[in-house]
């Protein structure tokens, strides 16, 4: 656990944390049932995008 302190610290474990979640989520779906929405959405929005951004956030503090 990061010190309350360090912003950039406490960023980072919930950036991991929250992957980590998302990527026990769709641990053995097949891609496709990755990509397809599960509820109707904005086409504008799509998760492997969310999953792009957060990973390039991620990557800038590891």
């Given at each position: 656990m990061a010190d309350?302190?360090?912003t950039n610290a406490v960023l980072?474990?919930?950036l991991?944390?929250?992957r980590e979640a998302l990527l026990w989520k769709l641990d053995g779906l097949t891609e496709?049932?990755?990509r397809l929405p599960r509820i109707?959405?904005?086409p504008d929005r799509d998760w492997p995008a969310y999953v792009a951004k957060l990973t390039s956030i991620a990557d800038r503090f590891s």
């Open positions: 309350p302190g360090d980072h474990d919930y991991r944390s929250a496709r049932e990755a109707a959405t904005n």
